[in-house]
């Protein structure tokens, strides 16, 4: 990749066969990958995956390996989940490969991890919801499961397309996944603190805003302005609610019918 590109990280969560691993490590260095992360997965056979990396066994020996998703993709300005279910706990909305290529090319730098789940499952409903957005590949529908290292190449390549490309130019450097978190917990808690959620989930409005605030690739400073306007909403709540009397009207004399 170039050298002002994004990082480009490829996550594995929970893979069952470590000939598959090393498949993903040719598939990804043919394409300029070099950085992998491998969750729930800490007894690989290292040997078993070597025979399928061929001439990319240097990238088993660089892999991190890690004990959660969350972890995996903590310095992420953009983490993309791969998968081809849908469902109604799943993501607002899904990428093609080249849609989430162009949307990597806007970028100026930082690290963007692509999530494959376990070869027989895929991401399940949590693993999804660490995910910012979610990414399909378009595929038969009579046969539309590929093969992990088959996915993790369809992917590189059209990022390795779009990332090579004359002329790219990259935007900024988008906030990373737990400044992200730390915007989205004082919005919820404003929103909670108003009594927006008295008729609605929390956690559902969450997963909303969360794929918004993610698909915005917000800077730091675009980040802080909207924690200043999600506080001062509650802080204009609390004074209102304060100077209210007990019929609603201002404190100490009652409200006009």
């Known amino acids: 990749m170039a050298q002002s590109a994004p990082r480009i ?7 069952q066969d470590a000939r598959n691993v090393g498949a993903t490590c040719r598939a990804m260095k043919t394409m300029g990958v070099r950085a992998l992360r491998v969750v729930g ?8 995956a070597a025979v399928t990396a061929v001439h990319a066994a240097d990238l088993l020996d660089e892999a991190e390996y890690l004990p959660t998703l969350p972890e995996a ?3 992420a300005v953009l983490v993309a989940g791969v998968t081809r279910r849908r469902g109604k706990r799943r ?3 899904s990428l093609t490969p080249e849609q989430l290529a162009d949307r990597v090319a806007a970028l100026g730098s930082g690290t963007v991890a692509v999530v494959f789940g376990n070869e027989a499952s895929g991401l399940s409903d949590e693993e999804l919801s660490v995910c910012h957005v979610a990414v399909h590949i378009p595929s038969s529908p ?10 993790v190449q369809v992917v590189a390549y059209q990022l390795y397309r779009r990332l090579e490309a004359p002329g ?3 935007g900024f450097r988008p906030i990373a996944q737990e400044k992200l978190d730390i915007l989205l917990t004082e919005a919820l808690d404003s929103l909670q603190h108003i009594g927006f959620f008295s008729q609605g989930s929390r956690e559902e409005m969450g997963v909303f805003l969360r794929d918004i605030l993610a698909r915005a690739a917000l800077a730091r ?3 802080e302005r909207l ?4 506080r001062k909403i509650a802080g204009l709540f609390t004074r209102a609610r304060a100077g209210a009397g007990p019929r609603g009207g201002p404190s100490g004399s009652p409200r006009n019918s």
Not at 142 to 151: D, E, R, T
Request: charge should be positive; avoid cysteine; hydrophobic fraction near 40%.
């Open 168 to 170: 790219r130019r990259g």
């Open 221 to 223: 400073r675009e980040a």
């Open 9 to 15: 990280t490829v996550v594995l969560v929970n893979p």
């Open 73 to 75: 993709v903590r310095d």
């Open 142 to 151: 009579q046969f539309p499961s590929l093969n992990l290292s088959h996915a």
């Open 91 to 93: 993501k607002y909305l």
């Open 227 to 230: 924690a200043v306007v999600f």
């Open 41 to 48: 997965a800490p007894g690989l056979d290292r040997d078993r």
